[in-house]
């Protein structure tokens, strides 16, 4: 190994970076030690059964459709999942049964799926295998999900959540319920976001009854590799019991934090940072009060201009950043001085870009509409192709993935109907520097789309 890199991360990292040999026990049958920190997880989850995952939340997502999905079943989710899910959607050959997320015009931003929309769709579908739901979004929202899980089970069908960026939830009662709490059948959760692991670790909890665990584990394995990282299995083992003794103090401070930064943002001119009055309606149930979402539309720039003034001028590093807004997570990891030197180059953000607001309008909010699923996601991604320009691509079926990454939500998933409107959207983000990934031209200069075989003449 390098001398210069093996200095860097240090022989105590390396010497635990081993094979799965007897003694340690083997991730994808696990007997012994791996098998006890799964259900030391398990009853810190309040879950049946959990399962370590070194293939990130995207793996644990992927399992969870592909475990209770085949070709041709129906799924119920909400268009605005993230791309592990539209994945899995393809490989297990599903159909997905769209239903609209709330949209918050004010913001910019999509929230999640009402347990009305569910119940509806439940209604035209019963047939359907699963409902998956977001919990909490990126942006630290979650709806009424004991009443989507009420609804779902009465129709005995399994509830799947993406709980990526809700580790920490289950550990206080002023953070949204997790989902275990609320009854969920599966979770994917990120424990190495905001949990204190290590990055790619994560785990699947299961709620028997609906779900057979040995069928998720079955799954799982097969997406997992066999050269499983001893180092990710172990920081998983240790957040887990952080978060089992000291979760609650934890986020308690993280809570107090925030607040008091939501507090201070919200003293200075031409920004705005969302609390609590966002709530009441179904889709907005609940919030993650250490979420601070920034709206800094007033300000005439955008929150990637925001972001990016932000590393440049100040060394601080902001969770993601939309046309709107930037998104701050509060951790136990920060301090009141981290929290003074936001406030502050907020204060100077303000200071420096309110003139802007006084000549420019006010951008208009723009979001990207969801288009006609003419093929199922697996059928075009596997249909006969070619390649067009970006500006003829409109009215063409769509073979590829398009999307904004943070937060890695299609604007396109395979067998959509491409539109203009959303062209428009794309090129938008483009222009405002924002980072629009998923086509195999980089540049964004042609589409893959399904071949149009002409009449012969």
């Not at 359907?128 to 909490?136: E, G, M």
């Not at 319920?177 to 424990?191: F, I, K, P, Y």
């Not at 394995?221 to 952080?242: C, G, I, P, Q």
């Not at 920004?271 to 979420?291: F, Q």
């Amino acid at each position: 190994m390098d001398p210069e890199f093996r200095s860097f991360i240090g022989d105590d990292a390396l010497s635990i970076d081993l094979i799965n040999i007897g003694p340690l026990d083997d991730l994808h049958q696990p007997k012994g030690i791996i098998k006890q920190a799964q259900d030391l997880a398990a009853e810190a989850f309040g879950a049946d059964h959990t399962f370590f995952s070194v293939q990130g939340t995207s793996g644990a997502i992927m399992a969870m459709v592909m475990a209770t999905c085949g070709p041709g079943d129906k799924i119920i989710v909400p268009r605005n999942v993230h791309k592990s899910v539209m994945s899995a959607i393809v490989f297990s050959g599903a159909t997905p049964i769209f239903i609209h997320p709330e949209i918050d015009e004010n913001l910019g931003i999509s929230h999640g799926i009402t347990s009305d929309s569910v119940e509806k769709a439940l209604k035209q579908h019963p047939e359907a295998k699963a409902v998956l739901v977001i919990n909490p979004t990126y942006f630290g929202i979650s709806g009424d999900l004991r009443k989507i899980v009420e609804i779902a089970h009465s129709y005995q069908v399994p509830v799947l959540v993406d709980e990526a960026h809700g580790v920490h939830i289950h550990f206080h009662d002023d953070l949204p319920l997790s989902a275990m709490q609320a009854g969920a059948d599966m979770a994917a959760t990120s424990v190495h976001k905001l949990g204190g692991s290590m990055t790619q670790s994560s785990i699947l909890n299961i709620r028997e009854g609906l779900i057979s665990p040995k069928r998720v584990q079955s799954i799982l394995s097969m997406l997992t590799t066999t050269s499983t990282s001893y180092l990710l299995l172990a920081s998983l083992d240790v957040a887990r019991k952080r978060l089992a003794t000291e979760g609650k103090e934890l986020a308690e401070r993280a809570i107090s934090l925030a607040e008091k930064a939501r507090k201070e943002i919200n003293t200075i001119e031409h920004i705005r940072c969302i609390g609590r009055e966002i709530l009441g309606t179904k889709a907005t149930y609940d919030l993650d009060p250490t979420k601070l979402i920034i709206s800094v539309s007033d300000l005439g720039i955008t929150g990637y201009d925001v972001e990016k003034w932000m590393r440049e001028a100040h060394n601080i590093e902001v969770e993601m950043s939309d046309l709107y807004n930037i998104l701050c997570i509060i951790t136990p990891g920060d301090t009141e001085e981290d929290l003074s030197r936001l406030v502050t180059a907020l204060r100077e953000l303000s200071a420096k870009f309110h003139n802007l607001s006084e000549t420019t309008a006010k951008p208009a909010i723009l979001l990207p509409d969801i288009p006609v699923l003419a093929l199922t996601p697996r059928d075009a991604f596997y249909a006969e192709t070619e390649v067009v320009p970006f500006h003829e691509s409109a009215g063409r079926i769509i073979a590829e993935f398009v999307m904004v990454y943070p937060p890695g939500i299609p604007i396109f998933i395979p067998g959509e109907i491409i539109t203009e409107e959303n062209l428009t959207y794309i090129e938008t983000n483009l222009e405002a520097g924002l980072p629009v990934q998923g086509p195999e031209d980089f540049e964004l200069k042609t589409f893959r789309v399904i071949k149009e075989h002409k009449a012969i003449q």
